[in-house]
């Protein structure tokens, strides 16, 4: 069965910079794009990008742009979100979500598989 | 702001029909058939309830259902029960969100 377990929670100081794991099992890690969604408290879905984790290909949604990077790790099937230059806003639970159908069947961005959520949060 | 426009709550009977609607524009809904529904319980990951407009994963049951109409889609829930009672958020095409439909079960 399809598994996505994230690391635990983190307390930043505003402008400094969070890395979140995700580390996948039941399926191969590098036939399925990984998307990374937050929310903040009380607030709606925000999707952030995706990462290819055959190729290690990203894209990333323009308000991200230059404070997020994405990469992986294909021998231990982890996906990581970095995001640096934290603000108060920031504040949310970070999820990672992997598309329903494998790569070369993807169409739309779809999360089917969703993670148990990281809470980040910015404070000084 | 989100991207696309979702009623910030609506209600229903145990057993009745509610229909959520998702609002964005040609260059989204109205553009592209890769709409999605995702249902979400307090304190809970979201989960896929349809994609493709239409479509539903294995698992979900046939009372959910979807549907789209120039740019505005539409997730329509039959046979209400207590536990559909959660935020539905619509998604649209590279990632945009609507900003989530709380619903009641009355």
């Known amino acids: 069965q399809v598994q996505l377990v994230q690391s635990g929670a983190e307390v930043k100081k505003p402008g400094a910079s969070v890395k979140v794991s995700c580390k996948a099992s039941?399926?191969?890690?590098?036939?399925?794009?990984m998307h990374w969604v937050r929310q903040a408290p009380g607030q709606g879905l925000e999707w952030m990008g995706w990462?290819?984790?055959?190729?290690?290909?990203?894209n990333y949604a323009q308000k991200f742009q230059g404070r997020v990077t994405m990469t992986r790790d294909t021998s231990i099937s982890t996906a990581y979100m970095e995001l640096s230059r934290l603000r108060s806003d920031d504040t949310a639970v970070y999820y990672c979500?992997?598309?329903?159908?494998?790569?070369?069947?993807?169409?739309?961005?779809?999360?089917?598989?969703w993670g148990q959520g990281t809470l980040v949060t910015v404070s000084s | 702001q989100s991207a696309l426009t979702q009623p910030r709550s609506v209600s229903g009977s145990p057993g009745q029909s509610v229909t959520i609607s998702c609002t964005g524009t040609?260059?989204?809904?109205?553009?592209?058939?890769?709409v999605s529904w995702y249902q979400q319980h307090p304190g809970k990951a979201p989960k896929l309830m349809i994609y493709d407009v239409s479509k539903r994963p294995s698992g979900v049951p046939d009372r959910f259902s979807g549907s789209k109409s120039g740019n505005t889609a539409s997730l329509t829930i039959s046979g209400l029960q207590a536990e559909d009672e959660a935020d539905y958020y619509c998604?649209?095409?590279?990632?945009?969100f609507g900003g989530g439909t709380k619903l009641t079960v009355l």
């Open positions: 998604c649209s095409y590279a990632g945009s």
């Open positions: 039941g399926y191969t890690f590098t036939g399925y794009y």
């Open positions: 040609s260059s989204d809904v109205g553009g592209y058939n890769y």
């Open positions: 979500a992997r598309d329903p159908s494998p790569m070369y069947d993807s169409s739309g961005y779809y999360f089917g598989y």
């Open positions: 990462i290819n984790p055959n190729s290690g290909g990203t």
